[in-house]
């Protein structure tokens, strides 16, 4: 049971360059989130969803673009990478039912660079 | 707009202090606060708050929320060069349906000195 992966760990890319971060969770877990960690920021939404083929606008979208296609993946497209998405990405799952439904189980996080 | 705010930004103590972390959150359709700790990478889970006035203990941590005056604490008691972290605070909020999203704070930055 890995529970959330990211890939990749680590990117450094140039302006106007694109890329797919993926993360994939084994938990069967409904609900998956992307983040993105800034300092003095704290933790962002980016987008979420709440179950296979279903994507949603969080906090701060633009720039982004997201898809769900199988339940256990959920992507973070960069079309046209701009300097202030430099951050650190991470994504999340939650599951549903009873006792700490809430939590989220978080990823280990994808530290991207644009130059 | 929904906002969650921790205080202090950053503490250093020493080992064997007790320490208290603040949230404060001002939220729509609150469901319940959360508290994760975040060492390297990954922020991990400590404690779900649903009531006001139950402290959940785990160890050396307990934590305690009061839905009145809307805020909570997570008190760290006999700190060990460990407890070192960002401490997030973060509000669960329901937006209709099954739609809930978390709220987070900037964080509280702990550092524990020999």
């Known amino acids: 049971n890995a529970g959330v992966t990211q890939t990749p760990k680590f990117r450094v890319l140039k302006t106007g360059q694109s890329m797919t971060l993926l993360c994939a969770q084994d938990?069967?877990?409904?609900?998956m989130y992307w983040y993105r960690q800034d300092p003095g920021m704290g933790l962002r939404l980016i987008h979420y969803s709440v179950g296979e083929g279903t994507t949603a606008k969080g906090e701060v979208p633009d720039g982004y673009n997201v898809s769900r296609l199988k339940k256990q993946n959920f992507l973070l497209g960069l079309e046209s990478a701009a300097p202030s998405q430099t951050s650190v990405y991470f994504c999340a799952s939650r599951g549903t039912g009873t006792g700490n439904y809430n939590e989220q189980f978080f990823g280990p996080g994808t530290r991207l660079t644009v130059l | 707009e929904d906002k969650v705010v921790q205080s202090p930004l950053s503490l250093v103590v020493h080992e064997g202090d007790t320490v208290t972390l603040n949230c404060s959150y001002e939220v729509t359709n609150f469901r319940s606060l959360l508290w994760y700790k975040q060492e390297k990478k990954a922020p991990t889970f400590l404690f779900m708050l649903t009531s006001s006035g139950i402290e959940k203990k785990s160890g050396r941590l307990s934590s305690i929320l009061d839905k009145k005056e809307l805020f909570s604490i997570l008190n760290i008691t006999a700190t060990q060069t460990g407890d070192s972290a960002i401490y997030l605070c973060?509000?669960?909020?329901?937006?209709?349906?099954?739609?809930?999203?978390?709220?987070f704070g900037t964080g509280t930055l702990l550092a524990v000195q020999p």
């Open positions: 938990m069967n877990h409904e609900y």
């Open positions: 973060a509000a669960n909020a329901n937006y209709g349906g099954a739609t809930n999203k978390l709220i």
